[in-house]
């Protein structure tokens, strides 16, 4: 299979996808891109079809998670989330939430794996949401920790200070 070194395409923070250093205004172009969309054990990304493949820029994740809902409670509830190119996920075993930690800042940066190796930054404002849905539980090595469940995963989302 032919290899490009670098397509001229290039996913921004807040999941507009570039091509020649202008948006893709057609979302259902995005779409289509983002079904061979990969991401390899190096952590570069690549459009890959039968015939070829070429190398992409993604600036933070591929994706972004905009909306979230809930249905249940407890162990049992479950979180749904749709990106921005309207894939929908549930947050659980196949589908894991992680939050990161800005170095620099403090500021959380979470996301959630929508599939193998790709993931979905978690909008601010979603986060937020997540956040108040949470509870607070301790941790084995008896810190406090606040997260909240999907599909009988307890999902963390940071640790209480002055544990």
Same mark, same amino acid.
């Given at each position: 299979?032919?290899?490009?070194?670098?397509?001229?395409?290039?996913?921004?923070?807040?999941?507009?996808? =570039?091509?020649?250093?202008?948006?893709? !205004? !057609?979302?259902?172009? %995005?779409?289509?891109?983002?079904?061979?969309?990969? !991401?390899?054990?190096? #952590?570069?990304?690549?459009?890959?079809?039968?015939? +070829?493949?070429?190398?992409?820029?993604? @600036?933070? %994740?591929? =994706?972004?998670?905009? @909306?979230?809902?809930? %249905?249940?409670?407890? %162990?049992?509830?479950?979180?749904? =989330?749709?990106?921005?190119?309207?894939?929908?996920?549930?947050?659980?075993?196949?589908?894991?939430?992680?939050?990161?930690?800005?170095?620099?800042? #403090? @500021?959380?940066?979470?996301?959630?794996?929508?599939?193998?190796?790709?993931?979905?930054?978690?909008?601010?404002?979603?986060?937020?949401?997540?956040? +108040?849905?949470? @509870?607070?539980?301790?941790? +084995?090595?008896?810190?406090?920790?606040?997260?909240?469940?999907?599909?009988?995963?307890? =999902?963390?989302?940071?640790?209480?200070?002055?544990?």
């Amino acid at each position: 299979m032919p290899t490009l070194e670098q397509y001229d395409i290039r996913i921004a923070r807040d999941g507009t996808w =570039f091509h020649n250093g202008d948006p893709i !205004r !057609r979302i259902e172009l %995005a779409k289509l891109f983002s079904t061979v969309l990969k !991401r390899d054990d190096d #952590g570069d990304y690549w459009l890959i079809t039968p015939v +070829e493949r070429g190398r992409i820029v993604v @600036e933070d %994740a591929p =994706f972004v998670a905009v @909306e979230m809902t809930v %249905a249940g409670c407890g %162990a049992d509830q479950v979180l749904s =989330f749709r990106t921005n190119l309207d894939h929908w996920v549930e947050a659980g075993p196949e589908h894991p939430i992680r939050v990161a930690v800005n170095p620099e800042t #403090g @500021e959380p940066a979470p996301y959630i794996e929508i599939r193998s190796r790709l993931e979905a930054r978690i909008l601010r404002s979603v986060f937020y949401d997540m956040v +108040e849905r949470s @509870e607070t539980r301790r941790t +084995e090595a008896g810190e406090s920790e606040v997260g909240l469940w999907s599909n009988k995963v307890f =999902f963390a989302l940071g640790r209480l200070p002055g544990d």
